[in-house]
């Protein structure tokens, strides 16, 4: 299996399947979005604790961290919480995925890069979460080498990355208002390869998730996994308002081509059937997984057929890892699901660790 994970002494943009340190979770609490359905919610992000805390270290960022802390407790034992250690910070919401560092290593060093979070276009109040990055670097809860780009909206979410210079991306996403204009997407791509110092920029232009407030963020789309293999997710009923977007993005992903010219191995995930809440349909969606050191965490909907027909297709694209299924019911609530709310970490020399 192809990991991309030589320490070649060169910056770059890890794979996620490569061996991690920790994973942020920012927790949810009764001063965000998250408050009437809080006990749901925060229920779902104890077994994401749990799952993540038996396999690697695991970091909490919360204004009032002690209670997080005391709820994975009570549910999983005291010992997972060996793994576990807190920062106490303000916050406005919990979407790590998107206002954590964005990481390099050239393996032995971490570069911590801290892009602008503005809430997924100036949508929703952000100043808080924005400030999270350096309130944790600050404090030592994370180290490595601090690289401020607050001069340029990016997302964690927004990108994909194979660890051997191949950066993933969506056009509605980069080049929707209110992130970076007034660049254009030659300026953004140029930007891109600087920064994440990657070797090229594979823009999908299809795809786009009902009730999605990020403008198509990658991995609610296309997956990147070992062996130049792309999951992404699929669409076979023509009366489904997402189909036309879906199918298009799929023969795009059919014509691609890797560094080196050969065709990518393409794993069809299965659309969830529609979930709606208060009539507004919810974007529920199996690439929202997060790898995790031994395994893959991935999200489930109570739709026993399709969540173990996804198992099975990312259990194909990740070979000897545990495939572990997470009810992801109370997260798509508020439009988002596994993946997007959690940010890892890769693994460097012990000396550079936190």
């Known amino acids: 299996m192809n990991n991309g994970n030589a320490a070649n002494g060169k910056w770059r943009l890890?794979?996620?399947?490569?061996?991690?340190?920790?994973v942020q979770l920012t927790w949810p609490?009764?001063?965000?979005d998250w408050r009437p359905i809080l006990d749901e919610i925060t229920a779902t992000y104890v077994r994401m604790a749990k799952e993540i805390a038996r396999r690697e270290r695991l970091l909490i960022v919360a204004p009032q961290p002690e209670e997080a802390l005391a709820a994975i407790r009570r549910a999983a034992g005291e010992h997972v919480m060996e793994n576990i250690t807190a920062a106490a910070?303000?916050?406005?919401?919990?979407?790590?995925?998107?206002?954590?560092?964005?990481?390099?290593?050239d393996g032995r060093r971490r570069r911590l890069l801290d892009f602008r979070f503005n809430g997924w276009g100036d949508k929703f109040e952000a100043a808080k979460d924005n400030a999270?990055?350096?309130?944790?670097?600050?404090?030592?809860?994370?180290?490595?080498?601090?690289?401020?780009?607050?001069?340029?909206?990016?997302?964690?979410?927004?990108?994909?990355?194979d660890g051997r210079g191949t950066v993933f991306t969506t056009t509605g996403c980069l080049l929707a208002p209110h992130r970076n204009q007034p660049m254009d997407r030659q300026g953004i791509e140029d930007y891109l390869k600087k920064t994440l110092h990657a070797g090229r920029i594979v823009w999908i232009d299809h795809g786009q998730l009902t009730g999605d407030d990020t403008d198509g963020h990658i991995d609610t789309l296309v997956r990147v996994a070992p062996d130049d293999t792309l999951l992404y997710v699929g669409c076979d009923d023509t009366a489904d308002?997402?189909?036309?977007?879906?199918?298009?993005?799929?023969?795009?992903?059919?014509?691609?081509?890797?560094?080196d010219g050969r065709p990518y191995r393409l794993l069809r995930l299965p659309m969830p059937r529609p979930i709606a809440r208060d009539g507004e349909r919810l974007p529920a969606t199996y690439a929202n997984f997060l790898v995790v050191n031994g395994a893959v965490?991935?999200?489930?909907?109570?739709?026993?057929?399709?969540?173990?027909e996804a198992a099975a297709v990312i259990g194909e694209?990740?070979?000897?890892?545990?495939?572990?299924?997470?009810?992801?019911?109370s997260v798509i609530v508020q439009h988002g699901s596994l993946h997007c709310c959690t940010m890892q970490y890769p693994k460097i020399q012990p000396s550079q660790l936190a």
């Open 14 to 22: 890890p794979a996620e399947w490569e061996e991690q340190d920790f």
């Open 29 to 32: 609490h009764k001063d965000t």
């Open 89 to 105: 910070c303000p916050t406005d919401d919990t979407w790590a995925r998107d206002h954590a560092f964005i990481s390099l290593t």
């Open 132 to 161: 999270i990055n350096r309130h944790l670097y600050d404090s030592g809860a994370v180290s490595g080498e601090y690289a401020d780009h607050n001069d340029f909206v990016l997302e964690g979410g927004a990108i994909e990355s």
């Open 241 to 259: 308002e997402q189909y036309a977007e879906l199918h298009a993005m799929e023969g795009q992903l059919r014509s691609l081509a890797t560094a």
């Open 297 to 308: 965490l991935y999200p489930t909907y109570a739709q026993p057929e399709l969540d173990a």
């Open 317 to 329: 694209a990740f070979l000897g890892r545990e495939i572990v299924g997470i009810d992801c019911r």
